[in-house]
């Protein structure tokens, strides 16, 4: 799959969110994930547990360069057997453990999240995620992720083109 994304620092998530709301974006649900980053020569490769979910293997790679919008290449895995996680950590290694409680808010092919990271602070990260093949959907998903960062632009400190699992490790 491929989504377009952005990623900032934040204030005031409150607002944020209200903003969100007033402009079509429907509540979905709220999280508690732990992200389990493991060591890999190319992209990331996490677990992804949460509260009342099913435990996922997620590997993605992600251009950071773009400031129009981070575009992502994934893949994901249901995970079944909780002593993957084992596994994955004696053969390849932990490399970071990323915590956050995720307000997840959706509006059209957008998934819009309201992310406090622990050690880290408060984020945004829009995903508009577009639909297997659809090339010809692109200029749209780009129009959706701009007019998203416009909601957003009051309340971003600053913009980030990393992943939180790159933000803790350089700590």
Do not use: C, W
């Amino acid at each position: 799959m491929r989504n377009l994304e952005f990623k900032a620092e934040v204030r005031d998530q409150e607002s944020l969110q209200r903003v969100f709301m007033e402009n079509g974006a429907r509540y979905a649900a709220t999280l508690n994930q732990r992200d389990t980053y493991f060591n890999v020569v190319e992209g990331r490769l996490k677990l992804r547990e949460a509260d009342g979910k099913k435990t996922e293997l997620i590997f993605y790679k992600r251009d950071e360069t773009s400031s129009s919008g981070m575009e992502s290449n994934y893949s994901i895995f249901p995970v079944e057997d909780a002593s993957l996680k084992e596994f994955l950590a004696g053969s390849l290694g932990i490399k970071v453990v990323v915590e956050k409680k995720r307000l997840l808010l959706m509006l059209r092919n957008a998934r819009i999240h309201l992310d406090e990271v622990v050690g880290l602070g408060r984020f945004l990260e829009f995903e508009v995620v577009s639909a297997e093949g659809a090339e010809s959907d692109r200029k749209a998903d780009a129009a959706l992720l701009e007019r998203l960062k416009g909601y957003a632009a009051p309340f971003v400190v600053r913009e980030i083109n990393k992943s939180y699992s790159d933000l803790l490790t350089r700590r």
